[in-house]
Nanobody, 124 residues
């Protein structure tokens, strides 16, 4: 059974930083791409960042480029999202997902398992 467990969310002031973590189990982690998505109240889940199996290829939403960094540690079955210069519009529940294949995936349909989500709230 595949499980993804996110942590690291919280309340932060605008301009601050948070680091999200997602630990995966139940699947050979190194074979699959990973991604972070977010969902604000009343909105659809949107792509934030994705990383391929090796960590050498990444992709970011335009809204977070230059502020967020996705990385992975295959020895720890963990993917991270370092979020800097946070803005109130970054407020959302953040979800990590494990892709159906090994490369970067930017669409939700390319993922078959999700974590429970972690709340990020940025105050102005």
């Amino acid at each position: 059974q595949v499980q993804l467990v996110e942590s690291g969310g919280g309340l932060v002031q605008a301009g601050g930083s948070l680091r999200l973590s997602c630990v995966a189990s139940g699947r050979t982690f190194i074979r699959y791409g990973m991604g972070w998505f977010r969902q604000a109240p009343g909105k659809e889940r949107e792509f934030v960042a994705s990383i391929n199996w090796s960590g050498r290829s990444t992709n970011y939403a335009d809204s977070v480029k230059g502020r967020f960094t996705i990385s992975r540690d295959n020895a720890k079955n963990t993917v991270y999202l370092q979020m800097n210069s946070l803005k109130p519009e970054d407020t959302a529940v953040y979800y990590c997902g494990i892709a159906k294949q090994s490369e970067v995936v930017v669409s939700t349909v390319g993922y078959d398992y999700w974590g429970q989500g972690t709340q990020v709230t940025v105050s102005s």
